[in-house]
């Protein structure tokens, strides 16, 4: 663009106000820019065969005026008083010749003036014939208050010169002819964009603006500088925008980053050297408002048109004059139908997306890494450094690495001491099989986010010296495969055990030779199952079979409970193969049978490390003039100078960076429990168990489950149950770690040196019943006033009501309960995790008696003031009254009431759901004795006045006189009559009747 159209810019964006855009909030840059000013000039030039006539006048122009030369007329005195804003004089037309002018400003011009470059303008009055041209060969312009060289430049004595001034034509040069844009931290973003603001046009009208985020946020000229466009979908209740921590972090990374400055004195905008590191600008620039359907769709699948939404977002909401400036990225709900959370790169711009919505937005961490992952790849970098394979190389230690993309890069010191402050100490909830927030939340604590910092050195697959390591400075946790594709951990800054023959303790040179491991064994992947992941992928997206069918050839391996072949150690997959195993069923094989992984994949000789700071390709810009008009060609340049496309990536589902993050969890748990084995065993903690004890085969006779027991098991398998459950089944490897089938309920521990019996919530409603306790077999009484939560192994189990009868229930391994239907009618809840027991309706009448309350078989005491209903299980029961004697009854299935005939003279309701006592007539005659009152077996009182008609009931009674501490024994026979001893005879009459008498003397 030349000055003048600057100058028109400059005035259609002050006449038309609006136009020029407004930054959107922003977190301001680390440390305000404070340009300097720019007031002495030194300027140094040196002419070519032809010199500068002394008639001539030459004028500089710097910052829209010209310089004041303080000699003006060459004769080496300086001019008194001020100088003139030209030089004419002292010249003398000589050839090859050196001259030097200070000069100064008035006013002084601020540095940024230096993106419009130095002008030199030529005047001479001469007459045609007597041509004033003039060669210049070289210049040097510096500012004199710091030293900084502002312009250098030069031609060879013998070679085409910087410019010839000639009097008619060429009488203007300006030195950005010589140096195009500034670019002094070589950024690919110019000065002028830094300082001044990009300059483009916005349609429809074309009009002219100059958007100065960059110069309003700080953006430094001589720090290396990022600039990224950030948008997000928002359905007005739902917003994609990512978390101010997560861009924060990735600011901090940058900043970090192994990078130095301009060196202190060659930046010619500030007084002071600029920080190291990279300097990222990251504009939020705004919310995308769209339907709650349109955001919930995948921002990357074409339509019928081949476009998709990611493109048609970027088109209508990124200024495309920002192309040559700034990345631009968009976070959304998904990425497409396969469950990615980010891709790249789109177009020559290398733009990129997010997509980590439709599993809630991610923690912080998987916010930030997501977007520095994605970035590297605009940046330049792949999965391995300079290409995308081989991926997860133990020595090349950054985020584009999947190890890390999901979690940082942890210091394994860090991780190591929260995970064994947290995890290991016994008791522990943690199942390694299924990590869990807490670990997640002690990775991303130890970790760090970073690309590689340096070219570690190549690993020999075949000659692996574990004195070596992997040559880190730096304590980043290592992981690799062995040739059984089980991994394993490492401290990069350590020895490593690569073939893991010492538990983690690797062998010393010289006794200890380099060994060989297939260090990659885990990505070599042969054959899979339709869908492993089955069940883990977006919302309303189908899954498939995730059952292995086929059989892997000898050569190759399948890990134990995988659905997936790998290669051997070879490297080199042979299922599939003419006369080997054939690939069966839906099974899909991933790489065509005989496919050579690490010749494919460039590692057969070697695993190299990559450094990714000193190798990412900052944007270059080109501003090429074509008919006039400026056009901007952004995107990375590739060997041969030419700008290449994007690259479109594929980057791992969710599901897929979940389950490598287990593994590598895992990995690390055993390994580092392996290599701290306590010296008390393995730990068994059943303390959450309803069960009073626990067994364990093995281990003698029953343990207290309200302890936790430190023990010393062979290894191999062993059994736990509690009483009624079925046995579980747990394995100990040497070092005491327990493991068990995955999915294993009501337990946790794996992986560790603690075994964690927790069981299974069951709750346990029996409120509806008349019974004060009810139980389970083996696991002892609850009340059953309140809803009860046991905590039990699956297993067959008989509910209890003491004297009553029992009813067989069965937990499942899934923690639901189940019973035979012939029980639906008092027990509900089959299919859940809670039993309700709700008995049958049974009123018992007591009305007629004297006696003030009644019992059921030791549940309980009711008054027989008036008929009670009581809901009461199938069974044995017996009508008790105190000290007197028990009746006993039945209840049906049907919930109807059964008794012997013997009883029928006190009992009736037999056939129906009322249970009704009606007892004997008794008349108990005291009047004779000096007492108010008597009492009968602690069942009341009565007074003396006169005789008392009672109903009671056969069996034992005793007469007690109140006050008086007499007692007298008879009892009420089968048929109603009186009998008493004969010694009782002098206190009582009326044997053998239905009146006891008592006797005066008896009181």
Same mark, same amino acid.
């Given at each position: @663009?030349?000055?003048?159209?600057?100058?028109?810019?400059?005035?259609?964006?002050?006449?038309?106000?609006?136009?020029?855009?407004?930054?959107?909030?922003?977190?301001?840059?680390?440390?305000?820019?404070?340009?300097?000013?720019?007031?002495?000039?030194?300027?140094?030039?040196?002419?070519?065969?032809?010199?500068?006539?002394?008639?001539?006048?030459?004028?500089?122009?710097?910052?829209?005026?010209?310089?004041?030369?303080?000699?003006?007329?060459?004769?080496? !005195? *300086?001019?008194?008083?001020?100088?003139?804003?030209?030089?004419?004089?002292?010249?003398?037309?000589?050839?090859?010749?050196?001259?030097?002018?200070?000069?100064?400003?008035?006013?002084? &011009?601020?540095?940024?003036?230096?993106?419009?470059?130095?002008? /030199?303008?030529?005047?001479?009055?001469?007459?045609?014939?007597?041509?004033?041209?003039?060669?210049?060969?070289?210049?040097?312009?510096?500012?004199?208050?710091?030293?900084?060289?502002?312009? +250098?430049? =030069?031609?060879?004595?013998?070679?085409?010169?910087?410019?010839?001034?000639?009097?008619?034509?060429?009488?203007?040069?300006?030195?950005?002819?010589?140096?195009?844009?500034?670019?002094?931290?070589?950024?690919?973003?110019?000065?002028?964009?830094?300082?001044?603001?990009?300059?483009?046009?916005?349609?429809?009208?074309?009009?002219?603006?100059?958007?100065?985020?960059? +110069?309003?946020?700080?953006?430094?000229?001589?720090?290396?500088?990022?600039?990224?466009?950030?948008?997000?979908?928002?359905?007005?209740?739902?917003?994609?925008?990512?978390?101010?921590?997560?861009?924060?972090?990735?600011?901090? @990374?940058?900043?970090?980053?192994?990078?130095?400055?301009?060196?202190?004195?060659?930046?010619?905008?500030?007084?002071?050297?600029?920080?190291?590191?990279?300097?990222?600008?990251?504009?939020?620039?705004?919310?995308?408002?769209?339907?709650?359907?349109?955001?919930?769709?995948?921002?990357? !699948?074409?339509?019928?048109?081949?476009?998709?939404?990611?493109?048609?977002?970027?088109?209508?909401?990124?200024?495309?004059?920002?192309?040559?400036? /700034?990345?631009?990225?968009?976070?959304?709900?998904?990425?497409?139908?396969?469950?990615?959370?980010?891709?790249?790169?789109?177009?020559?711009?290398?733009?990129?997306?997010?997509?980590?919505?439709?599993?809630?937005?991610?923690?912080?961490?998987?916010?930030? *890494?997501?977007?520095?992952?994605?970035?590297?790849?605009?940046?330049?970098?792949?999965?391995?450094?300079?290409?995308?394979?081989?991926?997860?190389?133990?020595?090349?230690?950054?985020?584009?690495?999947?190890?890390?993309?999901?979690?940082?890069?942890?210091?394994?010191?860090?991780?190591?001491?929260?995970?064994?402050?947290?995890?290991?100490?016994?008791?522990?909830?943690?199942?390694?099989?299924?990590?869990?927030?807490?670990?997640?939340?002690?990775?991303?604590?130890?970790?760090?986010?970073?690309?590689?910092?340096?070219?570690?050195?190549?690993?020999?697959?075949?000659?692996?010296?574990?004195?070596?390591?992997?040559?880190?400075?730096?304590?980043?946790?290592?992981?690799?495969?062995?040739?059984?594709?089980? @991994?394993?951990?490492?401290?990069?800054?350590?020895?490593?055990?690569?073939?893991? =023959?010492?538990?983690?303790?690797?062998?010393?040179?010289?006794?200890?030779?380099?060994?060989?491991?297939?260090?990659?064994?885990?990505?070599? !992947?042969?054959?899979?199952?339709?869908?492993?992941?089955?069940?883990?992928?977006?919302?309303?997206?189908?899954?498939?079979?995730?059952?292995?069918?086929?059989?892997?050839?000898?050569?190759?391996?399948?890990?134990?409970?995988?659905?997936?072949?790998?290669?051997?150690?070879?490297?080199?997959?042979?299922?599939?193969?003419?006369?080997? +195993?054939?690939?069966?069923?839906?099974?899909?094989?991933?790489?065509?049978?005989?496919?050579?992984?690490?010749?494919?994949?460039?590692?057969?000789?070697?695993?190299?490390?990559?450094?990714?700071?000193?190798?990412?390709?900052?944007?270059?810009?080109?501003?090429?003039?074509?008919?006039?008009?400026?056009?901007?060609?952004?995107?990375? *340049?590739?060997?041969?100078?030419?700008?290449?496309?994007?690259?479109?990536?594929?980057?791992?589902?969710?599901?897929?960076?979940?389950?490598?993050?287990?593994? /590598?969890?895992?990995? /690390?748990?055993?390994?580092?429990?392996?290599?701290?084995?306590?010296?008390?065993?393995?730990?068994?903690?059943?303390?959450?168990?309803?069960?009073?004890?626990?067994?364990?085969?093995?281990?003698?006779?029953?343990?207290?489950?309200?302890?936790?027991?430190?023990?010393?098991?062979?290894?191999?398998?062993?059994?736990?149950?509690?009483?009624?459950?079925?046995?579980?089944?747990?394995?100990?490897?040497?070092?005491?770690?327990?493991?068990?089938?995955?999915?294993?309920?009501?337990? =946790?521990?794996?992986?560790?040196?603690?075994?964690?019996?927790?069981?299974?919530?069951?709750?346990?409603?029996?409120?509806?019943?008349?019974?004060?306790?009810?139980?389970?077999?083996?696991?002892?009484?609850?009340?059953?006033?309140?809803?009860?939560?046991?905590?039990?192994?699956?297993?067959?189990?008989?509910?209890?009501?003491?004297?009553?009868?029992?009813?067989?229930?069965?937990?499942?391994?899934?923690?639901?309960?189940?019973?035979?239907?012939?029980?639906?009618?008092?027990?509900?809840?089959?299919?859940?995790?809670?039993?309700?027991?709700?008995?049958?309706?049974?009123?018992?009448?007591?009305?007629?008696?004297?006696?003030?309350?009644?019992?059921?078989?030791?549940?309980?005491?009711?008054?027989?003031?008036?008929?009670?209903?009581?809901?009461?299980?199938?069974?044995?029961?017996?009508? &008790?009254?105190?000290?007197?004697?028990?009746?006993?009854?039945?209840?049906?299935?049907?919930?109807?009431?059964?008794?012997?005939?013997?009883?029928?003279?006190?009992?009736?309701?037999?056939?129906?759901?009322?249970?009704?006592?009606?007892?004997?007539?008794?008349? *108990?005659?005291?009047?004779?004795?000096?007492?108010?009152?008597?009492?009968?077996?602690?069942?009341?009182?009565?007074?003396?006045?006169?005789?008392?008609?009672?109903?009671?009931?056969?069996?034992?009674?005793?007469?007690?006189? =109140?006050?008086?501490?007499?007692?007298?024994?008879?009892?009420?026979?089968?048929?109603?009559?009186?009998?008493?001893?004969?010694?009782?005879?002098?206190?009582?009459?009326?044997?053998?009747?239905?009146?006891?008498?008592?006797?005066?003397?008896?009181?």
């Amino acid at each position: @663009m030349s000055k003048a159209m600057r100058i028109l810019v400059g005035l259609m964006v002050n006449i038309l106000g609006g136009l020029a855009i407004v930054p959107a909030a922003a977190p301001p840059a680390s440390a305000e820019l404070n340009l300097s000013m720019t007031c002495h000039l030194r300027i140094e030039l040196r002419t070519g065969s032809d010199g500068i006539h002394d008639d001539s006048e030459e004028k500089i122009v710097f910052g829209a005026q010209a310089v004041v030369f303080d000699d003006a007329n060459g004769d080496n !005195v *300086v001019d008194d008083p001020g100088g003139q804003r030209f030089h004419q004089g002292g010249t003398g037309d000589t050839r090859y010749t050196d001259f030097t002018w200070d000069t100064h400003l008035q006013p002084c &011009v601020p540095s940024s003036a230096l993106v419009d470059g130095f002008t /030199f303008e030529h005047t001479t009055r001469a007459a045609d014939i007597e041509a004033d041209n003039w060669d210049m060969q070289r210049v040097q312009i510096t500012d004199m208050e710091s030293g900084v060289v502002l312009l +250098s430049t =030069s031609s060879p004595d013998d070679g085409p010169v910087i410019h010839r001034f000639r009097k008619n034509d060429n009488k203007v040069w300006n030195s950005r002819e010589r140096t195009g844009e500034l670019d002094t931290d070589h950024d690919g973003l110019t000065d002028r964009d830094e300082l001044l603001g990009v300059t483009g046009s916005r349609p429809p009208l074309g009009l002219p603006v100059i958007d100065r985020w960059l +110069s309003d946020h700080d953006a430094d000229p001589c720090r290396k500088t990022i600039a990224v466009e950030i948008d997000w979908l928002n359905d007005g209740n739902v917003s994609d925008r990512p978390s101010a921590a997560a861009l924060n972090e990735a600011r901090q @990374m940058f900043s970090d980053a192994p990078k130095p400055a301009v060196p202190p004195g060659e930046c010619p905008y500030h007084r002071w050297s600029s920080p190291p590191g990279i300097q990222l600008l990251l504009h939020e620039d705004e919310a995308i408002m769209v339907s709650p359907t349109d955001r919930m769709k995948p921002l990357d !699948v074409p339509d019928a048109q081949n476009r998709t939404d990611f493109e048609r977002y970027r088109a209508a909401h990124f200024a495309a004059y920002r192309a040559g400036t /700034f990345y631009y990225t968009l976070w959304g709900w998904a990425i497409d139908n396969k469950g990615s959370t980010g891709s790249c790169c789109v177009g020559v711009g290398q733009d990129f997306m997010i997509g980590l919505g439709w599993v809630g937005g991610g923690t912080v961490r998987q916010q930030s *890494v997501n977007f520095v992952h994605e970035l590297g790849h605009a940046l330049g970098l792949g999965h391995g450094g300079p290409s995308n394979d081989p991926n997860y190389k133990p020595n090349y230690l950054s985020v584009m690495n999947y190890r890390y993309s999901n979690t940082g890069l942890p210091d394994y010191t860090a991780w190591s001491n929260l995970v064994w402050a947290n995890l290991m100490q016994a008791p522990t909830a943690a199942d390694l099989a299924s990590p869990s927030a807490a670990m997640r939340t002690w990775i991303e604590t130890s970790s760090r986010l970073d690309y590689s910092r340096r070219r570690l050195p190549s690993l020999q697959r075949g000659a692996l010296v574990e004195a070596n390591g992997v040559g880190s400075p730096d304590p980043t946790v290592v992981a690799w495969w062995d040739d059984q594709v089980q @991994m394993h951990i490492g401290d990069g800054s350590q020895p490593l055990d690569w073939d893991w =023959s010492g538990a983690g303790v690797p062998g010393t040179p010289p006794t200890s030779p380099a060994v060989s491991v297939d260090l990659l064994a885990g990505i070599q !992947v042969c054959v899979t199952a339709d869908n492993p992941l089955a069940g883990s992928v977006p919302p309303g997206q189908p899954t498939l079979n995730n059952t292995l069918e086929t059989t892997p050839d000898a050569g190759d391996l399948q890990p134990a409970g995988s659905t997936t072949i790998y290669s051997g150690k070879d490297g080199i997959c042979t299922t599939g193969l003419p006369g080997k +195993s054939p690939v069966a069923g839906s099974d899909t094989a991933t790489v065509p049978p005989g496919t050579d992984f690490p010749r494919q994949r460039g590692y057969d000789d070697g695993i190299d490390g990559y450094d990714d700071w000193g190798h990412i390709t900052f944007r270059t810009q080109r501003r090429m003039n074509l008919n006039g008009d400026e056009q901007i060609i952004a995107g990375i *340049v590739g060997p041969d100078g030419q700008m290449l496309p994007g690259a479109h990536i594929d980057e791992p589902t969710w599901a897929e960076q979940q389950q490598a993050f287990a593994a /590598f969890n895992r990995a /690390f748990i055993l390994d580092a429990l392996r290599r701290k084995a306590p010296t008390d065993g393995t730990l068994v903690d059943a303390t959450a168990l309803t069960a009073p004890a626990i067994a364990i085969n093995g281990v003698s006779g029953w343990l207290d489950a309200r302890k936790t027991h430190a023990l010393h098991l062979s290894p191999g398998t062993h059994t736990l149950s509690h009483p009624g459950s079925a046995p579980i089944s747990f394995t100990v490897d040497a070092a005491g770690v327990v493991d068990y089938a995955p999915g294993l309920a009501g337990v =946790s521990g794996r992986g560790t040196h603690t075994l964690t019996v927790t069981g299974l919530p069951i709750g346990l409603d029996a409120t509806g019943l008349s019974y004060p306790n009810i139980g389970l077999s083996g696991l002892g009484w609850q009340n059953a006033r309140q809803v009860q939560t046991l905590h039990v192994l699956p297993g067959a189990y008989t509910l209890v009501v003491g004297g009553v009868g029992g009813w067989p229930i069965r937990i499942g391994a899934d923690g639901l309960i189940d019973y035979d239907d012939q029980y639906g009618t008092i027990l509900s809840g089959k299919a859940t995790s809670t039993l309700t027991v709700t008995g049958v309706p049974v009123t018992v009448d007591a009305s007629d008696l004297s006696y003030p309350n009644f019992g059921l078989s030791g549940h309980g005491w009711w008054s027989t003031r008036q008929p009670q209903t009581l809901r009461l299980l199938p069974g044995s029961h017996s009508l &008790v009254v105190g000290g007197i004697g028990a009746w006993p009854f039945r209840i049906g299935a049907d919930g109807l009431i059964d008794y012997d005939d013997q009883y029928g003279t006190i009992l009736s309701g037999k056939g129906t759901t009322t249970l009704t006592v009606t007892g004997f007539r008794v008349v *108990v005659d005291a009047t004779a004795v000096s007492y108010p009152y008597f009492g009968l077996s602690g069942q009341g009182w009565w007074g003396t006045r006169h005789p008392q008609a009672l109903r009671l009931l056969p069996g034992p009674h005793t007469y007690v006189a =109140s006050g008086s501490s007499d007692r007298a024994q008879f009892r009420v026979t089968a048929v109603g009559l009186i009998d008493y001893d004969d010694q009782t005879a002098t206190a009582l009459s009326g044997r053998g009747t239905t009146t006891l008498t008592v006797i005066a003397s008896a009181s």
